[in-house]
């Protein structure tokens, strides 16, 4: 049973063209995440969304938009991708915005892979 | 600054045999610790999460400890499958919505 879904799971662009990528759950989870992960790298955070409320990490290019039009979805836009942009973005989730300091568990999604030509 | 360090970066075992990887943190205020395991195109999936007060703790084959004074965690493997074949992440949560990551041991499980 999928609990966060990516779709696509691979996706091209072309340099510098907009490109979206969603993710839902059906976790019911009031927190949602974007990471970044580039090969052989830890997954880095973009930003993250405790309900409707956007936290965006300071060293996220203004490249990269989030939004999530209800608990379900959020969508990850990547405004003029660059070669630099290709990775696998993971989405996840939790129930609490505080993983740090609570044990509430962040669920994962399979990510997509952005490739940029 | 919030580190978090794992050894070995990669690993080769074969079929049957036990390993232990290593977490080495710097986190502070440090809340729990957790272990994933990512197969290879795919997303983290939990394997452990421990708080401060939690020395070790199972999931099937897979045992995590945790040392909050020394600041260090090991994932052990037990009778080691092809399929334990992936990427092992060390993850510390710290502060108010700090994940700090590790950058991860790659297992390779030979036949």
């Known amino acids: 049973d999928a609990m966060v879904i990516q779709n696509p799971r691979y996706q091209v662009t072309q340099f510098g063209k907009p490109v979206t990528l969603s993710c839902s759950q059906t976790?019911?989870?009031?927190?949602m995440y974007w990471y970044q992960q580039k090969s052989s790298q830890a997954p880095k955070l973009l930003f993250h969304?405790?309900?409707?409320?956007?936290?965006n990490e300071a060293d996220t290019p203004d490249n990269f938009q989030s939004r999530r039009p209800n608990t379900s979805f959020c969508f990850l836009d990547i405004r003029s991708p660059g070669l630099g942009d290709a990775a696998m973005y993971l989405c996840?989730?939790?129930?609490?915005?505080?993983?740090?300091?609570?044990?509430?568990?962040?669920?994962f999604g399979p990510g997509t892979r952005l490739t940029v030509t | 600054k919030n580190q978090v360090e794992q050894s070995p970066q990669s690993l080769i075992i074969l079929e049957g045999k036990n390993c232990t990887l290593q977490?080495?943190?710097?986190?502070?205020?440090?809340?729990?610790l957790r272990w994933y395991k990512q197969d290879t195109g795919r997303g983290p999936v939990s394997l452990t999460i421990?708080?401060?007060?939690?020395n070790t703790k199972s999931n099937g084959r897979y045992t995590a400890t945790l040392d909050a004074d020394t600041k260090q965690s090991s994932l052990h493997i037990t009778a080691s499958q092809l399929s334990d074949s992936a990427s092992y992440i060390c993850?510390?949560?710290?502060?108010?919505?700090?994940?700090?990551f590790g950058a991860g041991t790659r297992l390779a499980v030979h036949p």
């Open positions: 996840a989730t939790s129930r609490d915005s505080s993983p740090g300091t609570g044990a509430y568990e962040q669920y």
């Open positions: 976790l019911n989870h009031n927190v």
């Open positions: 969304y405790y309900d409707k409320d956007f936290n």
């Open positions: 977490c080495n943190y710097t986190v502070s205020p440090f809340s729990n």
């Open positions: 421990m708080t401060f007060s939690e």
């Open positions: 993850v510390v949560g710290g502060g108010y919505n700090k994940l700090i």
